[in-house]
């Protein structure tokens, strides 16, 4: 089975820069559509941005729209998250896996460890 891996994170100030990965094992990943998701302790799990598996659409959830690109390198079977301008409010564990990109929710009901972004100066 697929495992997704989250790196990339890490503690950066208001209005900085961080990009994440997401690799993927065995054969996965390449012919997936993606998205990144992030939860804060003690609030639910949010869908940030996705990706089709071409890498030809991509959409945002509201609050990080011209801040944060997505993007995907399939040969190397890792997706990105660019993250700019970033905010107190970002700060979250972050974590990718397979979406549906027509409900923009999860393909799968588990999780990997994902990757702590923590903006704070």
């Known amino acids: 089975q697929v495992q997704f891996v989250e790196s990339g994170g890490g503690l950066v100030q208001p209005g900085g820069s961080l990009r994440l990965s997401c690799a993927a094992s065995?054969?996965?990943?390449?012919?997936?559509?993606m998205g990144w998701f992030r939860q804060a302790p003690g609030k639910e799990r949010e869908v940030v941005a996705a990706i089709s598996w071409t890498g030809g659409s991509t959409k945002y959830t509201d609050s990080v729209k011209g801040r944060f690109i997505i993007s995907r390198d399939n040969a190397k079977r890792t997706v990105y998250l660019q993250m700019n301008s970033l905010k107190p409010e970002d700060t979250a564990v972050y974590y990718c896996t397979r979406i549906n990109l027509a409900t923009m929710g999860p393909f799968y009901d588990y999780w990997g460890q994902g990757t702590q972004v923590t903006v704070s100066s």
């Open positions: 065995g054969s996965g990943l390449s012919f997936y559509d």
